[in-house]
């Protein structure tokens, strides 16, 4: 089932369903990116320690990475963004890129002096110099940045904030949806929505309703792992995924562990983005088939094996977790770019073998 999404030059095709999991294709002007697809993270125009050569070979493949209006916007700016024509000729990138609006990182970075209807004027994390940002400012920085998929300008409470203080954001980031559908955008960009609503359930698919009617590309849910038991995550998260419009692709931002994406694709998800395969790494937390590895413990003084024997990457093809363990305690600069490889390898592959097992096992769209 082929759908042509609201922008021109991009499509979603449901090629199967297992259950709420789906699996399929999100069509765009830069490249197919086959669903369920975990996004690197590269904020501030890199995925840390990463080259973009090492990004697009396999094992890791990466079919569309992430960059961060707010970031980007601070540094190294518009300025500079509009000289060199973009983010994809900035960093070398030729295949999909999605650019989060600056509203999770407004309420969660910046000094905020002052938060209205209009918009948030905050203060740089970097210099602390003074900003406004608006639905309508995060539009036009996303079209210099020229991304492929841009995000909706939205307000992220915190999970646990209460009912008015949710309903408020409910409403402002419904307004500012409204906004961003209506800022003339660079051709070639699709728009997605973002649902809030906390962990109430019915707050979610009444917020979810208002959003959808906008006729995004895509829709997302935000808001989650913002300090919410895990639990409330999955609850949510199995009560509202499959209920967004299965004609279009559901992105879940910000989250998080491979249980956390196999829930997610199991309740209906396509896409996600998380920095945790690429702070973990560096901080000395590997995944593997077997369990988290700890790379700093003493028992990998004189372990010879790899991280992962299941692994492919070259780190575990050519690397002891001896030798990685002494990279990291002389603080050597290549146990940042081996570990980081090796834990992109892993989410990649733990993504793509859900998908394999529902084109398998689940019924053809």
């Known amino acids: 089932m082929l759908t042509q999404l609201p922008t021109p030059g991009f499509s979603f095709e449901l090629l199967a369903t297992l259950g709420n999991a789906r699996a399929g294709i999100l069509h765009t002007p830069r490249g197919d990116i086959p669903t369920p697809v975990f996004m690197p993270v590269g904020t501030a125009g890199t995925v840390k320690a990463m080259t973009a050569d090492e990004l697009r070979a396999d094992p890791i493949d990466a079919r569309i990475i992430l960059g961060n209006t707010y970031h980007l916007y601070l540094r190294p700016g518009l300025e500079v963004m509009e000289l ?170 910000g989250v998080g562990t491979p249980a956390d994406l196999e829930r997610g694709i199991m309740a209906g998800i396509d896409m996600f983005d998380c920095v945790m395969p690429t702070r973990n790494a560096r901080n000395g937390y590997l995944f593997a088939a077997g369990g988290r590895v700890n790379i700093p413990n003493a028992a990998n003084r004189t372990d010879l094996g790899p991280i992962d024997p299941t692994c492919p990457c070259s780190t575990c093809r050519t690397h002891s977790r001896a030798y990685l363990r002494h990279l990291y305690q002389a603080k050597e600069i290549l146990y940042s770019r081996l570990a980081t490889l090796h834990n992109l390898t892993f989410y990649a592959r733990h993504v793509r073998a859900l998908r394999e097992r529902i084109l398998a096992e689940g019924q053809r769209a």
């Open 84 to 253: 060199v024509g973009g983010l994809h000729k900035f960093a070398a990138w030729d295949r999909p890129i999605l650019t989060d609006s600056g509203g999770y990182q407004v309420f969660s970075l910046a000094a905020i002096n002052e938060i209205d209807d209009e918009g948030v004027t905050f203060r740089s994390h970097i210099d602390g110099s003074k900003h406004r940002l608006t639905p309508e400012v995060s539009m036009h920085i996303q079209s210099v940045l020229g991304s492929d998929i841009a995000m909706c300008f939205d307000q992220c409470p915190p999970g646990d904030a209460p009912a008015d203080v949710q309903e408020i954001a409910l409403a402002r980031t419904t307004r500012w949806a409204a906004r961003c559908r209506a800022f003339a955008r660079v051709q070639g960009q699709a728009l997605f929505g973002i649902v809030q609503g906390g962990i109430d359930t019915a707050r979610r698919l009444r917020h979810a309703g208002e959003i959808t009617k906008l006729d995004f590309d895509g829709h997302a849910l935000g808001g989650l792992a913002v300090g919410e038991s895990v639990e409330d995550t999955y609850r949510v998260l199995d009560e509202v995924a499959h209920t967004l419009p299965a004609d279009r692709p559901r992105y879940l931002m």
